[in-house]
């Protein structure tokens, strides 16, 4: 699963998939492109707290061995 957050192909499918719903529902282009870009921040957001978790817990992990 934490794989699967930090996906940037998943993120990419998810923002195009939103951003083709906006305009199939009458959005404008502009709209679809700011919630692309949103969900795309976010995305970066969530790997780098995904990321530095497993990092932490790997470090946790070596310490606690030693």
Do not use: N, Q
Not at 5 to 31: D, H, Q
Request: charged share 20%.
């Amino acid at each position: 699963m934490k794989r699967k957050l930090t996906s940037r192909k998943l993120w990419m499918a998810v923002a195009g998939f939103v951003a083709g719903l906006i305009v199939a529902f009458g959005g404008k282009a502009a709209t679809a492109e700011t919630v692309s870009g949103c969900i795309m921040a976010g995305a970066s957001v969530v790997g780098y707290i995904v990321g530095e978790g497993l990092t932490d817990a790997a470090h946790k992990d070596s310490s606690d061995e030693e």
